[in-house]
């Protein structure tokens, strides 16, 4: 080969690596890997995936207001740790601030290709704003959002891993009721019942391979029991998203024991969620192995929370950081990992078979 010769091969091998580069640590549509993000938005929720085939879904967009703060916080998650440019869906698992906050601000930067939600009542009895908020939802969604029902699938491209998107409870209503007894239905005291959209949050149930992950928005107490009760549909998962931001009118141990998760997520503020009840079921639980917070609850003392190493962001609103915790579930989907932020320490687990 001359010089001439030479010098193109390298030129062009150059210039291939280059375009293929990606930021370190970042899922795309070449590694298989599927990312989840918990964005911090201080006791809200927002949680973003990636697919292996690099498309995006982010279900609850946090509180509005308080200066953009988790409005910024998710489009910097999305575009400069996750690099994209739009988001494929949008979900609202219910009608509380503190989940669809963002949804509007968002679609008003970015384009949101499909919107999912439970229905877009005309009144929340719990907010008399809400037909207010509604409309702004409405129009960024062009009246195009569609209806979750228990049973329906989020659509998600799959690779030569399976991944499935499932709807598993929704405006109150449950999967049907099969498969294995529940042990745990005696643990069940039921709660006043909810009259708060709560009690209608679509909960979905994500399965990559073997792999599952289960996240209920706020879904409160009778709701959760009614869904495993006498029979375990969901079965046992490897990640769990604390419900409702660790609150104690969620959790209920009936259902938290009974999917038996070995690693939770727990979406919790300074000062909301992270209730020592909800501690108290998550300890029970067989199979955990490790425990994750966004944050430490201030008003708590350490003994009532996670250890410190398993907690995002320690300080309290106004100096927080807005630190996010990130799931990668591998090619296979047989293992995964969970860290802190984009340097925090690596916790390798393996997915039940
Ligand atoms: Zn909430």
């Known amino acids: 080969m001359n010089l001439l010769a030479r010098s193109l091969v390298f030129g062009l091998a150059f210039v291939a690596l280059s375009l293929g580069r990606i930021p370190a640590g970042m899922a795309d549509e070449k590694d298989g890997r599927l990312d989840i993000y918990f964005i911090d938005v201080e006791g809200g929720a927002a949680t973003l995936f990636i697919t292996p085939a690099g498309e995006s879904l982010l279900i609850d967009s946090g509180y509005p207001d308080n200066g953009g703060r988790d409005l910024n916080r998710i489009l910097k998650v999305l575009r400069d740790v996750a690099g994209r440019k739009h988001l494929d869906h949008a979900s609202v698992s219910h009608w509380h601030l503190d989940h669809y906050g963002n949804h509007a601000a968002l679609a008003s930067q970015i384009t949101i290709n499909n919107f999912w939600d439970r229905g877009v009542p005309e009144k929340l009895s719990e907010d008399p704003s809400f037909p207010e908020r509604a409309a702004k939802y409405r129009a960024a969604s062009q009246n195009k959002s569609k209806t979750l029902k228990v049973g329906d699938k989020i659509p998600l491209k799959s690779g030569t891993t399976p991944l499935e998107l499932k709807t598993v409870t929704a405006s109150g209503e449950v999967l049907p009721n099969s498969g294995e ?80 998760p070995r690693v939770t997520v727990m979406c919790n503020g300074p000062e909301k969620g992270g209730n020592p009840e909800t501690l108290q079921t998550l300890r029970q639980v067989k199979s955990l192995q490790a425990q994750f917070q966004l944050h430490r609850n201030v008003k708590l003392p350490d003994s009532e929370q996670t250890p410190a190493e398993f907690i995002a962001n320690s300080s309290d609103t106004p100096d927080c950081k807005g630190v996010y915790v990130k799931a990668t579930i591998a090619a296979d989907g047989k293992s995964y990992t969970v860290q802190i932020g984009p340097d925090g320490k690596v916790h390798k687990f393996e997915t039940r078979s």
Do not use: Y
């Open 181 to 260: 007894n529940n042990p745990f239905v005696g643990e069940n005291k039921p709660q006043p019942d909810d009259p708060t959209d709560n009690a209608q949050s679509v909960s979905l149930l994500l399965s990559f391979g073997k792999f599952r992950f289960l996240t209920c928005g706020d879904l409160t107490w009778n709701v959760e029991a009614k869904l495993v009760t006498p029979k375990n549909p969901i079965g046992k998962v490897d990640l769990f998203m604390v419900t409702h931001h660790g609150l104690n009118v969620s959790n209920n141990p009936t259902l938290v024991r009974a999917i038996d």
